[in-house]
């Protein structure tokens, strides 16, 4: 029997739980973001169902978002493999995060409550202890949630949103390039200038501020990651 223009109706295929798949998609970005999924690493959906304790449908469906967030490609014959970072991928990540972060701080200026501005003290005052890989990680989340906090203050969802997805990008260039060149002093120095400009309402300034930092953590991550021995591509 058809069914109007379609033709005939196509079986339906069963979706894993929502659930399941959010907590497959949280586990595998986190370990991709980090870099404990290295860059060029081969995923295979079974083993990874295994070392997650999942069923491979949540598994296939989460790293099909992931596939769309540009973090891992399906290749043939081979499953899945982690996007490599090449210069491109800094360039345009970054190019991006300049042209959304200061705008979001120049909207966030001004609108930060007393509660707020708490949270991103305690974001500020996140520790790095050079050569320690788990306080690296550490501060780098911390680092995430602090620009994502400025930018769910621009009031703005979807501007929030956007930069989040970047920041995942980002994050993982960081990580990279923090193993090479600690930064991390400069930029809590940097989040806590930042906090003061937006608690007064100074737009402009917290604006400048912000694109400084990313210009910043831009310029590291290229200093760091196209020196001869690290290898990336163009």
Known sequence: MNHGMGGPMSPRIPLPPASLTSRALGALRQDIVTTRLAPGETL???ATAGRLSLGKAPIRAALARLAAEGLVQAVPRRG???????????????????LLEPEAARRAAGRIDAAALGRLDAV??????????????GFLDANRAF????????????LARQIGRLLDESTRMLVLGLSRRDRSGEMAHEHRALTAALASGEAAVAAA???EQVAASRDMVLAALTAPEA???V
């Open 124 to 137: 500020c005052a996140a520790g790095y202890r050079p050569g320690d890989a788990t306080s690296a990680l």
């Open 80 to 98: 899945w493999v982690v996007s490599l970072v090449t210069v491109r991928d800094i360039h345009e990540v970054f190019d991006l995060r300049l």
């Open 44 to 46: 295979s959906e079974a």
């Open 209 to 211: 501020l912000m694109r």
């Open 147 to 158: 620009h994502v906090a400025v930018a769910e203050l621009s009031g703005n969802v979807r």
């Open 231 to 233: 290898g990336i591509g």
